[in-house]
RNA sequence: UCCUGAGUAGCUCAAUGGCAGAGCAUUCGGCUGUUAACCGAAGGGUUGUAGGUUCGAGUCCUACCUCAGGAGCCA
């Protein structure tokens, strides 16, 4: 082992092929180690993914050879050698070690926890500080992150205009979900936002098209792979837009992030699992299918007089998650279904002037049963009207004085959605659950790490 | 909140009411092309907690704790 730091130029292991045949620095961990006797396997990784190295004991001095042996797996090491192109390793290059330096040696008595063979999702989230090392996770969460680049990116280059709303409210948004509560200095209590929906109104009234894009909580005591208490959600508003380009516009902004993944992200959605071939149909030209709660109602009482549904959907009720699965899974691409009937939906939801008993919103369902990813709706633009269904759902009238002032001062018809970004990136990832979507997951019965 | 299921070595799991085990990880030894490498050896246990039944409980009964899956609600 040498104590110098090297000379040869530092790189990453994405980007190894680049330099065949050159020497080159890596700074990273052992993932893996394998021995042939005199000869060592040892696997690196940096981040950007993993390389194997080879190092036949002659080929080395003494100290590096038995430095390696004897490494720890996710002890650090800044590791020099030269890449070379074979067609036995995965990524198609491996790297002949020339000299490692150990940054921190794991002791032996206190082994890195997670092995490389299966474990428990109680173990695994009980260490998601260290679980987010493994190259699954590491690959998910650079999909993550491309999926809010993307999103902000669209609404960015398309004449939006960022305007966050509040973290800390007064009031529950929608009168609704149960909330995080908290003191607010002497008597006032303060709630954590649900939805920042209400707030952007009031910017989308000033600005014409704006979004917002951040945390938001919900105390619900849900425990589904689809739920967590804290998540993220990116929501545009827009003035003078209708029900149609809502829709449009949710079909757009799909599209787009699903396109850019595709551009940079098919390694990582390989190592994810994901079989790409259905993002791709996501992406293709042609629209996303667009059906009315009438339409989808009849759809599922064809499939459950077939026997293809357990229960029968009642007319007038919301869906169920079993109800939304099949309906996705009737169509490859994300299905809009629109106008449901306003009792089972929220209160600032502009009635469908051809049928006032219904709504005009839409949910939009992701495919292959990942259930509603978006869910959005024109407004109520009108002052009496808005005033009255805030008093018909018991809502606090004070609260809401603000809200409808928006109604009083210069009202128009106006449209938003919210995506839940947890559930977006679970569907382009394939995932299981969503606590793997985010770095720290915060669910009904975890909050550490 | 309701329904269902699971807690045994650091991890993943076995064990008809009758001596608490295996693989991986760790330590030691072997192997010059391994892909979650392989072969040999060693150390490692208050079977979630508290009671109860029994000659005898990881196993049966009661309560509780923790976690998971689903429903409802939602993104």
Request: hydrophobic share 35%; aromatic share 10%.
């Amino acid at each position: 082992m040498s104590t110098e730091i090297t000379t040869a130029p530092v790189t990453t292991i994405a980007t190894l092929g680049q330099h065949e045949g050159q020497t080159i620095t890596l700074r990273g961990w052992l993932y893996n180690l394998r021995s042939s006797g005199k000869l060592l396997f040892p696997t690196f990784r940096d981040g950007s993914g993993t390389i194997q190295g080879i190092v036949p004991k002659a080929a080395v001095s003494e100290e590096v050879f038995e430095t390696l042996k004897n490494l720890t797996l996710e002890s650090s090491v800044v590791v020099t050698g030269k890449v070379r192109a074979d067609s036995r390793a995965p990524s198609g290059f491996e790297l002949d070690v020339e000299n490692v330096t150990v940054t921190q040696r794991i002791a032996d008595e206190t082994p890195y926890p997670i092995s490389l063979k299966e474990h428990g999702v109680d173990f695994l989230m009980e260490h998601r500080h260290l679980w987010l090392r493994t190259p699954r996770q590491s690959a998910i969460l650079r999909v993550r992150a491309t999926i809010m680049r993307a999103a902000a990116e669209y609404f960015d280059t398309n004449g939006f205009i960022r305007t966050d709303p509040p973290i800390l409210t007064p009031n529950a948004c929608e009168g609704t979900s149960e909330l995080f509560e908290m003191d607010y200095f002497d008597d006032d209590k303060a709630y954590l936002t649900q939805s920042g929906q209400l707030y952007i109104e009031a910017t989308a009234l000033a600005l014409g098209k704006v979004y917002s894009f951040g945390p938001t909580f919900r105390a619900e005591k849900s425990k589904t792979r689809r739920h967590l208490t804290e998540f993220w959600m990116i929501e545009p508003e827009v003035t003078y837009l209708d029900l149609d380009g809502l829709m449009g516009l949710a079909e757009g902004f799909l599209t787009h992030i699903v396109t850019r993944v595709l551009e940079t992200h098919r390694a990582d959605l390989k190592v994810i699992g994901k079989e790409v071939s259905r993002l791709e149909a996501v992406a293709a030209p042609g629209e996303f299918p667009r059906l009315s709660y009438d339409e989808a109602h009849q759809m599922l009482v064809e499939a459950h007089a077939k026997g293809l549904i357990e229960n029968a959907h009642t007319y007038g009720d919301d869906f169920g998650s079993p109800d939304e699965t099949y309906i996705s899974n009737q169509f490859d691409k994300p299905v809009m279904v629109h106008r449901y009937p306003a009792e089972v939906k929220a209160f600032y939801m502009q009635p469908d002037p051809n049928d006032p008993t219904k709504a005009l919103c839409v949910d939009v369902l992701a495919p292959e049963g990942y259930g509603e990813i978006i869910g959005g709706s024109q407004r109520v633009d009108s002052y009496d009207l808005l005033k009255s269904r805030i008093e018909q759902h018991n809502l606090p009238l004070a609260a809401f004085q603000w809200y409808l002032d928006l109604r009083k001062y210069g009202s128009v018809p106006h449209s938003g959605f919210g995506m839940g970004i947890e559930r977006a990136v679970a569907w382009i990832c394939g995932l299981e659950h969503v606590r793997e979507t985010i770095p720290f997951a915060r669910t009904l019965n975890r909050i550490y790490p």
